[in-house]
């Protein structure tokens, strides 16, 4: 068969058909003939070559596949690019690959490595990975790892791991080599680099807990120490619990990571995982969450009601829960026995008995018997507010109850509710709608629908009572639906057309709650009423049942029938929503979509309709690309009709099709008497036509509208060639389009060959505004242009270059420490000018090669040394980072926070040089400069500067505390060097406030600090006993863990012990309610024999008056 034979045969063919005609030519493989059609087809234009392609994709035999290898060097980018796919896909040999990639465009060789990924063809990774390397350099060597086999990947990961861009890919492909590669790395990292690790590193981690969490979870058990848990694995935590429960809950309850638990009981799916380990463990978990009301709410919910009452016990254990008040979020989660017992309990405190609307709330909560005549009276006073309350809560109680028949009385008791003003109606609409929907029987029924007549007839029903009536509404059909109980679900329907004037008419969404086969039942159920509506050109009840089906509705067949009887509605907003809904179902769509055109062409202006023709039923594209304008209920014949289509679905039409197509477009692109955004998106448009000329934007980009020519370059690089474009684009470098010019130039350059860019881009270099020549040089060095390196040092080295452009080159060259070139600039840069110096500061360790991390930390040194503040000042933040690999950094650091000659950057500096030392890093140097401050002098109560040296001894003992609290184990060496260097108050302070309380030399230490203070004076004692108190988190000790101390410390008779006493008492006993024990250590406190002890126990209260 001819080309022209086949083309005329697929011409007036959907796209689904001719696409199983041209799959048909398999018949035809081997043979002389397919060979020369798809010869025939790759001499003439994009949709023709388009097609060859395709045939040969489909075909593969010899012959097709020597046509998708040369079709990779189309000009035509978008076939370039489809036939790479192509090729890496069924191509048996690399050799032609590696030969191609040589001088191939960048967007060429990302597409290439793409694809090898995603078809795992690791033997061609394996054959590209070393010659890419060395021609392209470790980034795009590093893009292939993941498609390597586990022993290339083993040898390569070392020296690529830096340069991979997705490090959660890498995991995903090689669990086991990246797992290697994390313990190697962890393990001769020093602790302060580790953190700096986990953050580049930690999505690799996260994806290897499907393949291994055991060692995964190792990893973090080991090597990771600074509170809480890494970024990237927080979200995996699920999946840890999973595999390993007792490990994974061991961690979340240590020390480090009990302060995180509060807030991931907002996952719904981490409570429902506890709830299934259930034992100890949640218990624990409960009691570690029992002071944020909110996440012990989610977890006690989690958990099926008869296990809540002794889950909501063993969370309050060792509380005193005597004078507790619950709120009602709390007590609605509780079991009913509980909260029985929990509100009378609580109805007998004083603090809620003393106050009447407490007394109602808590009422409530009680058996529904029991409370009646206490709300009841509330809903016959004189005031409307409080017979609005009275009703809320006589309702939501009756609701709790969970009884059916308690639901019936309390139905027929809201008569009353017919006279009364709409608010307070609304209120009690509101507590119906709250009732849990499984109460809700047909006997209901009756009383909900007298309610409803007497809401909707009263002459102030407002809309929110109709939105309530709307919700009960919608419960009750849900639960018709989900009991096959047809009698409910219509009397739902018959209330919800009462409300036919609302907006928000729906049922929800009943794919999520029918069980399989309920759906047909419903319809089944409710087809009396699905006819009627439709003889009475009513079809709310067919749209909405198929907008709360959604997919489930594509498979019933009384449903489609309804839909398709309201293509005749005479509205036209339901025309359109049923069109809508019966083109949903793929299978039928192709046939349904040329009905509904059949019956009023105008219907091409329905988005669905628009879609099913441009995707599927191709050969009635006539309908929207004719000039003719088609008249008709959607659309006026005064307007012309132009559609915006997704460019996917111009891909599947024929040439005639495309072009017919961009003549609608031009047509509006030149039209002056339409809007500028309406032109303007014409314009892009254009470009995105499969095969479009970079010709057809030309008259655009020589505009003199600013907006158009602007729209046109944005869209040159992304019509059918953008490698020709790029001379055009750059021509604009030097003119007021530099800015978008420059920019679309950079996709335009990725499909140029590489040795093609630098003659290109020189002259923008030379003579281009500052944007273009900044965005040239990047060009050359992200496109790997063999001389960029020479062109890059040449714009360097112009003693007349812009300064943002050499501020441009510095953060360009970062990421190539390799070349030498790179390296001078560097280092010029951190000698040269504050632009210049600070561009050296954005680069990080782990997107550095291992091999010159240690001259890069220098650089940054070099600058942090800098006499400009403007550049010294964010050096110092830096430091930090690198200080495993420069250890200079701490003296550093040192010397700006003990310099009191200036007084801006030392607190920068003691907050790095603190984190410094807890990594591992400077334990010396913060030491020394904590005592060159305890002895220095400095201004005493000067207008501007007083005790400097005094308060940043303080701060430095507050960021220890603070960094002790999160990293325990890390700081212990750092705090008693630098306790023995402080004044004797800042270190008891310090000592105090850093005790290891769940530790069993706790005792000791208070002990000792209590010796020390002796004969110190009440006021510097009272610091201590503060900083005493402070210091146990409430996460991380509990109250219990306390008491024995403070108890022990009550006894010593002495001020000190006395103090500490008092401190810790007034802390931590409010946290578990001032049970008996606490009360009794205050008691005692208040007859001390010391009275500064008498007195400040006394100024503590176990309750407000």
């Given at each position: ?292 009301d909110y996440a012990l709410r989610r977890l006690l919910r989690s958990v099926a009601p008869g ?396 505009s003199a509208d600013a907006h158009l020519r602007r729209a046109a370059l944005t869209a040159a ?389």
């Amino acid at each position: 068969m001819h080309a022209d034979e086949l083309l005329a045969e697929i011409e007036p063919l959907p796209h689904p058909d001719r696409v199983r005609r041209l799959v048909r030519l398999r018949g035809s493989a081997g043979g002389p003939d397919l060979a020369a059609l798809l010869a025939e087809l790759a001499g003439r234009g994009h949709y023709e070559r388009s097609t060859a392609l395709f045939i040969a994709s489909a075909v593969r035999d010899e012959a097709s596949l020597a046509h998708i290898l040369a079709a990779a060097r189309d000009p035509d980018a978008a076939l370039a690019l489809r036939a790479i796919r192509l090729s890496v896909r069924y191509a048996l040999a690399p050799e032609p690959l590696v030969e191609g990639l040589l001088d191939a465009p960048s967007a060429m060789r990302a597409a290439t490595y793409r694809a090898i990924r995603r078809y795992r063809r690791a033997d061609l990774a394996g054959a590209l990975v070393g010659p890419v390397a060395q021609r392209w350099g470790a980034g795009e060597a590093a893009a292939l790892l993941p498609a390597c086999d586990p022993e290339d990947a083993a040898e390569r990961v070392g020296a690529l791991a830096h340069a991979v861009p997705n490090r959660g890919s890498l995991g995903r492909a090689h669990p086991e080599t990246f797992l290697d590669h994390a313990e190697r790395e962890l393990n001769g990292l020093a602790e302060g680099a580790r953190n700096s690790w986990w953050h580049w590193n930690g999505p690799g981690v996260a994806a290897t807990l499907r393949h291994d969490p055991a060692r995964a979870l190792g990893l973090v058990e080991n090597y990771w120490h600074a509170g809480d848990l890494p970024q990237a694995i927080r979200p995996w935590i699920g999946t840890l619990l999973d595999a390993e429960p007792e490990r994974t809950l061991r961690l979340l309850l240590s020390d480090r990571c009990r302060a995180m638990l509060p807030s991931l009981m907002h996952r719904r799916s981490m409570c429902d995982r506890l709830a299934r380990i259930g034992g100890d463990a949640l218990a624990d978990v409960a009691r570690t969450v029992r002071e944020d009301d909110y996440a012990l709410r989610r977890l006690l919910r989690s958990v099926a009601p008869g296990r809540r009452g002794a889950l909501f016990d063993a969370a309050m254990a060792g509380v005193d829960l005597t004078t507790a008040e619950f709120g009602d979020a709390l007590l609605d989660v509780l079991p009913r026995a509980t909260r029985i017992r929990e509100a009378r309990r609580m109805l007998a405190l004083r603090t809620v008995a003393e106050r009447p609307d407490r007394v109602r709330a808590v009422t409530a909560y009680l058996p529904y018997e029991e409370a009646r005549p206490v709300l009841q009276e509330v809903t016959r006073r004189p005031d409307a507010d409080d017979r609005a309350t009275g009703y809320t809560l006589l309702v939501q109680c009756a609701g709790r109850e969970r009884d059916p028949d308690v639901l019936t009385v309390q139905l027929e008791s809201l008569g009353r509710l017919r006279n009364e003003q709409d608010p307070v109606r609304l209120a009690a609409l509101r507590a119906l709608a709250s009732v849990p929907e499984a109460v809700l029987r047909l006997e209901h029924a009756a009383a909900v629908e007298q309610l409803a007549e007497d809401a909707l007839n009263a002459r102030d029903c407002s809309t929110g009572t109709r939105m309530a009536l709307l919700q009960i509404a919608r419960a009750f059909f849900a639960q018709g639906a989900f009991r096959d109980d047809a009698d409910l679900a219509v009397f739902a329907v018959g209330l919800m057309k009462r409300l036919a004037g609302s907006s928000h008419l729906d049922f929800g969404r009943l794919d999520r709650t029918l069980r399989r086969g309920q759906e047909h039942r419903l319809v089944e159920q409710l087809a009396p009423l699905l006819d009627e509506g439709a003889r009475r050109d009513d079809h709310v009840l067919a749209l909405m049942l198929v907008r709360a089906l959604g997919r489930r509705a594509h498979g019933v067949q009384a449903l489609q029938d309804a839909l398709e009887k309201a293509l005749d509605a005479r509205e036209d907003g339901v025309i359109r929503n049923a069109i809508t809904f019966w083109l949903e179902p793929p299978g039928t769509r192709a046939e349904r979509v040329e009905r509904v055109v059949a019956k009023d062409p105008s219907t091409v202006a329905v988005p669905a309709v628009l879609a099913a023709i441009a995707a599927e039923r191709t050969d009635l594209l006539h309908l929207v690309l004719s000039d003719a304008t088609l008249a008709g209920r959607f659309h006026r014949a005064d307007v012309a009709y132009v559609p915006w289509l997704d460019p996917r679905w111009t891909q599947r039409w024929t040439a005639r099709q495309q072009a017919a197509y961009l003549r609608l477009l031009e047509r509006v692109a030149m039209n002056r008497r339409l809007r500028d955004t309406d032109r303007g998106r014409a314009v892009a448009t254009i470009a995105t036509v499969p095969g479009v000329a970079a010709a057809r934007l030309r008259p655009f980009l020589e505009s003199a509208d600013a907006h158009l020519r602007r729209a046109a370059l944005t869209a040159a690089p992304w019509t059918a060639r953008p490698q020709d474009v790029l001379p055009d684009l750059l021509a604009h470098a030097s003119s007021d389009d530099a800015h978008v010019a420059v920019y679309a130039a950079g996709r335009a350059a990725r499909f140029v060959r590489p040795s093609a860019l630098a003659a290109l881009l020189r002259p923008v270099l030379a003579d281009g505004k500052i944007t273009a020549r900044k965005e040239a040089l990047r060009i050359l060095l992200r496109t790997r242009v063999p001389e960029a390196m020479d062109v890059v040092a040449e714009a360097w080295d112009d003693p007349d270059q812009h300064r943002d452009v050499r501020a441009a080159i510095v953060s360009a060259v970062r990421p190539h420490m390799a070349e030498p070139v790179a390296r001078r600039i560097l280092g010029d840069a951190a000698q040269g000018p504050r632009d210049l110096a600070r561009q050296v500061l954005g680069g990080w360790p782990h997107e550095i090669e291992d091999r010159w991390r240690a001259g890069y930390a220098d650089l940054v040194v070099r600058v942090a040394r800098s006499a400009d503040p403007e550049v010294s000042d964010p050096a110092l933040s830096a430091l930090g980072r690198w200080a495993p690999w420069a250890p200079e950094i701490p003296a550093v650091l040192a010397g700006v926070l003990t310099d009191l000659g200036e007084a801006r950057r030392w607190r920068t500096a003691l907050f790095t040089l603190v984190t410094c030392a807890v990594g591992g890093a400077g334990t010396d140097d913060l030491a020394e400069a904590a005592a060159t401050l305890a002895t220095a002098t400095g201004p005493d109560a000067e207008a501007e500067r007083d005790l400097p040296a005094a308060q940043r001894l303080t701060a430095l003992t507050d960021t220890l505390r603070t960094t002790a609290r999160n990293r325990r184990d890390a700081a212990d060496p750092v705090l008693q060097a630098v306790t023995a260097r402080l004044p004797a108050q800042l270190a008891l302070e310090l000592r105090a406030a850093t005790v290891p309380w769940t530790d069993p030399a706790a005792s000791a230490a208070v002990d000792a600090l209590a010796a020390e203070c002796a004969g110190r004076a009440v006021l510097p004692v009272q610091e201590i006993a503060q900083a005493l108190a402070d210091g146990p988190r409430p996460h991380r000790t509990t109250p219990d863990d306390l008491h024995p101390h403070a108890e022990r410390l009550a006894q010593r008779g002495d001020l000190p012990g006395g103090l500490f006493a008092c401190a810790l008492t007034a802390r931590h006993a409010p946290r578990v309610g001032w049970p008996p024990e606490w009360r009794n250590i205050l008691r005692a406190l208040r007859a001390h024999p010391d009275p500064e002890v008498a007195f400040t126990a006394h100024q503590t209260h176990t309750a407000a008056e």
